[in-house]
């Protein structure tokens, strides 16, 4: 049994969900299936606030009309919340309970669970989102069916899915150091760079933010180091004109998560 059948065989269980759609692979992969296998009784909901990129909510709304199924958009508070843009190690924590405040009265009215698109490779990260989701009782069928993101991607690719190949893309809160406030002008000037620095030709790339937002540090595939070193001046411009007053290139090359190595520096925090 493939992994896909796999995924529809569990998915096959629910009477109906609402998925939490991004419209990144995992979720992308998870909202066709429930919708091939569920029909009406699948609803796609994406979370929008400041830390949704404007262009990944287009293309999230997009992929849902092409492949018809069921999707709105709700509004999400976290960044009101003084314990999410504390930003400490649980940020994650805070998230996912914004989202479930606003995905649980659309479940309960469709008498659904709420499905989240975590795959097994997931599961390793520091991820406190998904204590969040074991709290509410949430549900991850691609972990259920045991799929692995190589095999949410072949999935993917099987169905023909635009998003098989898509790049990891994060909230844009992920790219602040932790320790550092998470506020909607850091995020919009994370956003504006990656954006333009995207337009250089560098598809695959985060810009972290470190010193308060002053300071802007580019990752990139290691095979792209040289190439960006190269165009230094125009990568300066790009983050310079989103705001920041220091670029600097990551001689480590991109690395998701790579924010987790200063978790050991914070203060020892407990999710509730």
């Known amino acids: 049994m493939t992994g896909l059948d796999r995924l529809r065989a569990r998915v096959g269980t ?3 969900l609402v998925v939490a759609f991004s419209g990144g692979v995992d979720s992308a992969l998870l909202a066709v299936v429930a919708h091939q296998v569920l029909g009406s009784r699948m609803l796609a909901v ?3 606030s400041p830390s949704l990129a404007a262009e990944e909510r287009k293309q999230a709304k ?3 009309r092409e492949h018809g199924f069921a999707h709105v958009e709700v509004c999400t508070d976290e960044a009101d919340r003084p314990e999410y843009a504390a930003n400490d190690g649980n940020r994650c924590y805070h998230c996912k309970s ?3 405040d606003a995905l649980e009265p659309l479940a309960a009215a469709m008498g659904a669970n709420i499905a989240l698109g975590t795959n097994v490779d997931d599961l390793g990260d520091h991820r406190p989102g998904q204590h969040a989701a074991a709290q509410r009782g949430a549900v991850a069928p691609m972990v259920e069916a045991g799929l692995t993101k190589a095999e949410v991607r072949e999935a993917s690719a099987a169905l023909g899915l635009s ?3 898509k790049p990891a893309a994060a909230c844009l809160a992920s790219r602040v150091a932790y320790g550092d406030p998470v506020t909607p002008e850091v995020l919009a000037r994370v956003e504006k760079a990656e954006a333009a620095i995207h337009e250089l030709g560098f598809p695959v790339c985060r810009v972290r933010a470190h010193g308060q937002g002053t300071v802007a ?3 990139v595939p290691a095979e792209d180091i040289d190439r960006a070193a190269a165009r230094h001046a125009e990568l300066d411009a790009a983050g310079r004109d989103a705001g920041f007053e220091f ?3 990551d001689m480590a090359g991109f690395q998701s998560g790579r924010m987790n190595v200063l978790l050991p520096l914070l203060p020892a925090r407990t999710a509730s």
Do not use: G, H, K, W
């Open 98 to 100: 914004a989202l479930f």
């Open 247 to 249: 670029c600097a290139l």
């Open 46 to 48: 994406t979370a929008v």
């Open 217 to 219: 540090r580019l990752e």
């Open 163 to 165: 998003t098989a190949d």
């Open 14 to 16: 629910e009477e109906a």
């Open 62 to 64: 997009r992929f849902a």
